[in-house]
Each structure stands twice: as structure tokens, then as C-alpha cells.
């Protein structure tokens, strides 16, 4: 059988967790941050998880896991 191929940009900005649910960052994190409110920045920096409806795609873009 065939390998799958697998989507490279969810095996960077994803990662899987010991109790099986898959973290991503917070969207606008990254740039400008000193314009952004406290409460912002810390909301950015806290992890994200996938909920189930998106985990089931994620595991088709991933088909060998994440990390």
C-alpha cells in the first residue's frame, strides 16, 4: 500500500498532547505587540486546542500523528 502524504505546514504549527487532544497557537501573536493590550498578549500566549470537529481534520492532514 501506498504512503500517505502528509501536509507539512500542520506538522509545524501543531503538536499533539499526552492525553490526546492537538494544541496550536493563538492567532495574532506574533507581530506588533507592543500596540496590543496586556490582556491580549496574555490571552495570545496561552496554548489553543482543537475542538472535535476540527480534530477529525486534522488527523486526516496528519495521517501518521504529530508530535
Given at each position: 500500500m501506498p504512503k500517505l502524504k502528509?501536509?507539512?505546514y500542520m506538522k509545524k504549527r501543531a503538536s499533539m498532547t499526552?492525553?490526546?487532544k492537538i494544541r496550536v497557537a493563538r492567532n495574532a501573536h506574533h507581530k506588533c505587540l507592543s500596540h496590543k493590550s496586556k490582556r491580549a498578549n496574555n490571552a495570545g500566549s496561552k496554548p489553543?486546542?482543537?475542538n472535535?470537529?476540527?480534530m477529525g481534520q486534522a488527523k486526516i492532514?496528519?495521517?501518521y500523528?504529530?508530535?
Open positions: 502528509t501536509k507539512s499526552a492525553t490526546g489553543q486546542y482543537l472535535e470537529n476540527m492532514l496528519a495521517p500523528g504529530l508530535k
